[in-house]
Protein backbone atom coordinates (compact mmCIF):
# COMPACT_ATOMS: atom_id res chain seq x y z
CA UNK A 1 0.00 0.00 0.00
CA UNK A 2 1.21 3.49 -0.95
CA UNK A 3 0.27 6.70 0.74
CA UNK A 4 1.57 9.92 -0.35
CA UNK A 5 0.51 12.32 2.35
CA UNK A 6 0.75 16.48 1.83
CA UNK A 7 3.85 16.08 -0.09
CA UNK A 8 5.50 19.22 -1.40
CA UNK A 9 8.65 19.92 -3.87
CA UNK A 10 10.24 22.89 -4.67
CA UNK A 11 12.95 23.43 -7.60
CA UNK A 12 15.68 25.94 -7.98
CA UNK A 13 15.70 29.16 -5.61
CA UNK A 14 14.70 32.61 -5.46
CA UNK A 15 13.62 34.32 -9.01
CA UNK A 16 14.02 30.53 -10.29
CA UNK A 17 12.31 28.48 -7.89
CA UNK A 18 9.49 26.55 -9.18
CA UNK A 19 6.86 24.98 -6.56
CA UNK A 20 6.44 21.46 -8.43
CA UNK A 21 4.23 20.12 -6.32
CA UNK A 22 2.34 21.46 -3.27
CA UNK A 23 0.24 19.60 -0.55
CA UNK A 24 0.05 16.58 -2.96
CA UNK A 25 -1.88 13.44 -1.47
CA UNK A 26 -2.83 10.53 -2.86
CA UNK A 27 -3.08 5.85 -1.88
CA UNK A 28 -2.98 3.55 -4.36
CA UNK A 29 -3.86 0.78 -2.21
CA UNK A 30 -2.55 -3.55 -2.76
CA UNK A 31 -3.51 -4.17 -6.35
CA UNK A 32 -5.14 -1.32 -7.10
CA UNK A 33 -4.61 0.29 -10.84
CA UNK A 34 -4.53 4.25 -10.33
CA UNK A 35 -3.96 6.59 -12.93
CA UNK A 36 -2.68 10.33 -12.21
CA UNK A 37 -3.98 12.75 -15.23
CA UNK A 38 -2.93 16.22 -15.88
CA UNK A 39 -1.53 18.99 -17.86
CA UNK A 40 2.64 19.19 -19.11
CA UNK A 41 4.51 20.36 -16.34
CA UNK A 42 1.88 19.86 -13.13
CA UNK A 43 4.41 17.40 -11.81
CA UNK A 44 3.62 13.97 -12.52
CA UNK A 45 6.80 13.56 -12.89
CA UNK A 46 8.38 14.60 -10.31
CA UNK A 47 5.78 13.07 -8.49
CA UNK A 48 6.91 9.52 -9.23
CA UNK A 49 10.71 10.36 -9.30
CA UNK A 50 9.79 10.99 -5.50
CA UNK A 51 7.59 7.90 -4.83
CA UNK A 52 10.21 5.84 -6.36
CA UNK A 53 13.31 7.30 -4.57
CA UNK A 54 15.19 9.47 -6.90
CA UNK A 55 14.80 12.55 -5.01
CA UNK A 56 13.55 14.12 -1.65
CA UNK A 57 10.67 15.31 -1.11
CA UNK A 58 10.79 18.87 0.53
CA UNK A 59 7.62 18.13 2.95
CA UNK A 60 5.01 15.57 3.49
CA UNK A 61 5.64 11.81 3.71
CA UNK A 62 5.45 8.75 1.42
CA UNK A 63 4.54 5.49 3.23
CA UNK A 64 4.56 2.00 1.84
CA UNK A 65 3.14 -0.50 3.71
CA UNK A 66 2.66 1.96 6.63
CA UNK A 67 6.47 2.86 6.89
CA UNK A 68 8.35 5.94 6.05
CA UNK A 69 11.05 4.81 4.08
CA UNK A 70 13.65 7.19 3.33
CA UNK A 71 14.10 7.73 -0.44
CA UNK A 72 17.13 5.45 -1.20
CA UNK A 73 15.05 2.51 0.57
CA UNK A 74 12.46 3.22 -1.39
CA UNK A 75 14.25 2.78 -5.16
CA UNK A 76 14.46 -1.03 -4.83
CA UNK A 77 10.48 -1.39 -4.14
CA UNK A 78 8.80 0.23 -7.46
CA UNK A 79 9.22 -0.68 -10.39
CA UNK A 80 9.59 2.31 -12.54
CA UNK A 81 8.90 2.93 -16.36
CA UNK A 82 10.42 6.32 -16.96
CA UNK A 83 8.72 8.58 -19.59
CA UNK A 84 11.84 7.80 -21.79
CA UNK A 85 12.01 4.42 -22.85
CA UNK A 86 16.15 4.63 -22.03
CA UNK A 87 16.78 1.05 -24.23
CA UNK A 88 20.39 1.54 -24.99
CA UNK A 89 21.02 1.40 -29.10
CA UNK A 90 23.94 -1.15 -29.00
CA UNK A 91 21.99 -3.39 -27.24
CA UNK A 92 19.81 -6.25 -28.38
CA UNK A 93 16.65 -5.77 -27.37
CA UNK A 94 16.78 -9.01 -25.53
CA UNK A 95 19.99 -7.60 -23.76
CA UNK A 96 17.69 -4.33 -22.95
CA UNK A 97 15.43 -6.58 -21.50
CA UNK A 98 17.40 -8.73 -18.72
CA UNK A 99 19.18 -5.37 -17.84
CA UNK A 100 17.61 -4.54 -15.04
CA UNK A 101 17.90 -8.33 -13.63
CA UNK A 102 22.06 -8.41 -14.71
CA UNK A 103 22.54 -5.22 -12.67
CA UNK A 104 20.77 -6.63 -9.43
CA UNK A 105 23.52 -9.46 -9.34
CA UNK A 106 21.20 -11.90 -11.75
CA UNK A 107 23.82 -14.53 -13.68
CA UNK A 108 23.52 -12.96 -17.37
CA UNK A 109 22.62 -16.25 -18.40
CA UNK A 110 19.48 -17.05 -15.54
CA UNK A 111 18.58 -12.88 -16.41
CA UNK A 112 18.15 -13.69 -20.66
CA UNK A 113 16.56 -17.28 -19.84
CA UNK A 114 13.86 -15.15 -17.76
CA UNK A 115 13.39 -12.87 -20.26
CA UNK A 116 12.91 -14.79 -23.40
CA UNK A 117 9.90 -16.79 -21.62
CA UNK A 118 8.18 -13.83 -21.21
CA UNK A 119 8.90 -12.90 -25.43
CA UNK A 120 5.64 -14.36 -26.24
CA UNK A 121 3.22 -12.22 -23.57
CA UNK A 122 4.67 -8.92 -24.77
CA UNK A 123 4.72 -9.67 -28.45
CA UNK A 124 8.35 -9.60 -28.94
CA UNK A 125 9.56 -13.30 -30.47
CA UNK A 126 11.90 -12.81 -32.94
CA UNK A 127 13.01 -9.83 -32.10
CA UNK A 128 15.13 -11.05 -29.65
CA UNK A 129 18.45 -10.13 -31.04
CA UNK A 130 17.60 -7.39 -32.88
CA UNK A 131 18.37 -3.39 -32.40
CA UNK A 132 16.15 -1.39 -30.48
CA UNK A 133 15.71 0.83 -33.84
CA UNK A 134 14.60 -1.75 -35.50
CA UNK A 135 11.16 -1.58 -33.24
CA UNK A 136 8.21 -0.07 -33.86
CA UNK A 137 7.37 2.16 -31.22
CA UNK A 138 4.83 0.24 -29.56
CA UNK A 139 7.04 -2.63 -29.38
CA UNK A 140 10.07 -0.41 -27.72
CA UNK A 141 7.23 0.31 -24.92
CA UNK A 142 6.62 -3.00 -24.42
CA UNK A 143 9.97 -3.83 -24.60
CA UNK A 144 10.52 -1.07 -22.00
CA UNK A 145 7.29 -2.80 -19.99
CA UNK A 146 8.93 -5.70 -20.06
CA UNK A 147 12.10 -4.76 -18.77
CA UNK A 148 10.11 -3.59 -15.54
CA UNK A 149 8.56 -5.92 -14.96
CA UNK A 150 11.35 -8.77 -15.06
CA UNK A 151 12.43 -6.83 -11.92
CA UNK A 152 9.54 -8.41 -10.12
CA UNK A 153 8.23 -5.99 -7.88
CA UNK A 154 4.64 -5.82 -6.63
CA UNK A 155 3.95 -2.09 -7.79
CA UNK A 156 4.74 -0.21 -11.22
CA UNK A 157 4.89 3.08 -11.33
CA UNK A 158 4.12 3.61 -15.32
CA UNK A 159 4.78 7.44 -16.53
CA UNK A 160 3.22 7.91 -19.55
CA UNK A 161 3.83 4.60 -21.79
CA UNK A 162 2.02 5.03 -24.38
CA UNK A 163 2.22 8.84 -24.43
CA UNK A 164 4.57 9.26 -27.53
CA UNK A 165 2.66 6.93 -29.84
CA UNK A 166 -0.11 7.90 -33.02
CA UNK A 167 -3.73 7.01 -31.92
CA UNK A 168 -3.90 3.45 -33.39
CA UNK A 169 -1.05 2.20 -31.84
CA UNK A 170 -1.65 3.62 -28.61
CA UNK A 171 -5.34 2.31 -28.71
CA UNK A 172 -4.12 -1.27 -29.18
CA UNK A 173 -1.51 -0.85 -26.11
CA UNK A 174 -3.78 0.22 -23.95
CA UNK A 175 -5.99 -2.88 -24.76
CA UNK A 176 -2.83 -5.31 -24.53
CA UNK A 177 -2.30 -3.58 -20.74
CA UNK A 178 -5.76 -4.08 -20.12
CA UNK A 179 -5.30 -7.76 -20.90
CA UNK A 180 -1.77 -8.15 -19.37
CA UNK A 181 -2.70 -6.55 -16.14
CA UNK A 182 -5.66 -9.55 -15.95
CA UNK A 183 -2.94 -11.89 -15.85
CA UNK A 184 -0.18 -10.05 -13.77
CA UNK A 185 -2.15 -8.13 -11.22
CA UNK A 186 0.32 -6.38 -8.74
CA UNK A 187 -0.68 -2.42 -8.04
CA UNK A 188 0.26 0.24 -10.31
CA UNK A 189 0.42 4.11 -10.61
CA UNK A 190 -0.17 5.33 -14.19
CA UNK A 191 0.73 8.72 -15.22
CA UNK A 192 -1.21 9.57 -18.57
CA UNK A 193 -2.51 12.67 -20.63
CA UNK A 194 -5.49 10.72 -21.86
CA UNK A 195 -8.71 11.01 -19.81
CA UNK A 196 -9.82 7.44 -21.76
CA UNK A 197 -6.47 5.85 -21.18
CA UNK A 198 -7.15 6.83 -17.17
CA UNK A 199 -10.99 5.14 -17.55
CA UNK A 200 -9.94 2.21 -19.71
CA UNK A 201 -7.34 1.26 -17.17
CA UNK A 202 -7.75 2.31 -13.42
CA UNK A 203 -9.74 2.32 -10.60
CA UNK A 204 -9.24 5.59 -9.55
CA UNK A 205 -8.19 8.84 -11.37
CA UNK A 206 -6.96 11.51 -9.67
CA UNK A 207 -6.61 14.89 -11.59
CA UNK A 208 -3.67 17.19 -11.00
CA UNK A 209 -3.31 21.17 -12.26
CA UNK A 210 -0.13 22.79 -12.72
CA UNK A 211 1.98 25.68 -10.66
CA UNK A 212 1.60 24.31 -8.33
CA UNK A 213 1.03 21.28 -8.90
CA UNK A 214 -1.85 19.70 -6.78
CA UNK A 215 -4.51 17.62 -7.15
CA UNK A 216 -8.20 19.17 -7.80
CA UNK A 217 -9.94 16.43 -8.07
CA UNK A 218 -10.77 12.51 -7.23
CA UNK A 219 -12.60 9.88 -9.03
CA UNK A 220 -14.07 6.36 -8.71
CA UNK A 221 -13.66 4.17 -11.70
CA UNK A 222 -17.06 1.77 -10.70
CA UNK A 223 -16.15 -0.40 -13.94
CA UNK A 224 -16.34 -4.63 -13.77
CA UNK A 225 -12.98 -6.30 -13.57
CA UNK A 226 -11.54 -8.06 -15.34
CA UNK A 227 -11.17 -4.82 -17.85
CA UNK A 228 -10.83 -4.85 -21.82
CA UNK A 229 -10.95 -1.35 -23.20
CA UNK A 230 -14.21 -1.99 -24.42
CA UNK A 231 -15.47 -1.50 -20.77
CA UNK A 232 -15.04 2.45 -21.61
CA UNK A 233 -17.21 2.24 -23.97
CA UNK A 234 -20.32 2.16 -21.92
CA UNK A 235 -22.07 5.15 -21.48
CA UNK A 236 -21.29 5.50 -17.77
CA UNK A 237 -17.44 5.32 -18.60
CA UNK A 238 -18.06 8.50 -21.39
CA UNK A 239 -20.10 10.68 -18.88
CA UNK A 240 -16.24 9.96 -16.59
CA UNK A 241 -14.08 10.64 -19.92
CA UNK A 242 -16.30 13.93 -20.75
CA UNK A 243 -15.68 15.00 -17.06
CA UNK A 244 -12.15 14.28 -17.17
CA UNK A 245 -11.52 16.06 -20.36
CA UNK A 246 -13.42 19.22 -18.84
CA UNK A 247 -11.09 19.37 -15.83
CA UNK A 248 -7.90 19.05 -18.12
CA UNK A 249 -9.25 21.44 -20.77
CA UNK A 250 -9.75 23.92 -17.93
CA UNK A 251 -6.47 23.40 -16.43
CA UNK A 252 -4.42 23.70 -19.95
CA UNK A 253 -6.48 27.55 -19.83
CA UNK A 254 -5.13 27.91 -16.21
CA UNK A 255 -1.70 26.80 -17.40
N1 LIG B 1 15.27 18.72 -12.16
C1 LIG B 1 14.52 19.82 -12.29
N2 LIG B 1 15.04 21.06 -12.07
C2 LIG B 1 14.28 22.17 -12.15
N3 LIG B 1 12.97 22.16 -12.46
C3 LIG B 1 12.39 20.98 -12.69
C4 LIG B 1 13.12 19.74 -12.62
N4 LIG B 1 12.29 18.72 -12.90
C5 LIG B 1 11.09 19.29 -13.14
N5 LIG B 1 11.14 20.64 -13.02
C6 LIG B 1 9.99 21.57 -13.15
O1 LIG B 1 8.95 21.08 -12.33
C7 LIG B 1 7.69 21.20 -12.99
C8 LIG B 1 7.06 19.82 -13.13
O2 LIG B 1 7.80 19.02 -14.05
P1 LIG B 1 7.42 17.51 -14.36
O3 LIG B 1 8.44 16.98 -15.30
O4 LIG B 1 7.21 16.78 -13.10
O5 LIG B 1 6.02 17.69 -15.12
P2 LIG B 1 5.10 16.59 -15.85
O6 LIG B 1 3.73 16.75 -15.30
O7 LIG B 1 5.74 15.25 -15.78
O8 LIG B 1 5.10 17.11 -17.37
P3 LIG B 1 4.95 16.26 -18.74
O9 LIG B 1 3.52 15.86 -18.86
O10 LIG B 1 5.35 17.23 -19.81
O11 LIG B 1 5.89 15.10 -18.66
C9 LIG B 1 7.98 21.87 -14.33
O12 LIG B 1 7.72 23.25 -14.18
C10 LIG B 1 9.46 21.60 -14.56
O13 LIG B 1 10.04 22.63 -15.31
MG1 LIG C 1 6.43 13.93 -17.17
Known amino acids: MLEVES ?9 REVVALADVSLSVAEGEFVALVG ?14 GLDDVDSGQIRVDGE ?17 DMLFPWRTVLENVSLGLEVQGVDKREARGRAVEL ?3 FGLVGFE ?19 TYLLGRPFLLLDEPFGALDA ?11 ETWNRI ?4 LLVTHDPHEAVALSDRVYVMSPRPGRITNVLEVDLPRPRTT ?14 LRHETEVDEVRA
Open 39 to 52: PSGCGKTTLLNLIA
Open 185 to 188: GGSA
Open 129 to 147: HRRPHELSGGMRQRASFLR
Open 168 to 178: ITRGQLQAWLA
Open 68 to 84: SPAAEQRLTRFGYMPQE
Open 230 to 243: RAAETQAAHRLIDF
Open 119 to 121: FPQ
Open 7 to 15: VGKRYGSGD
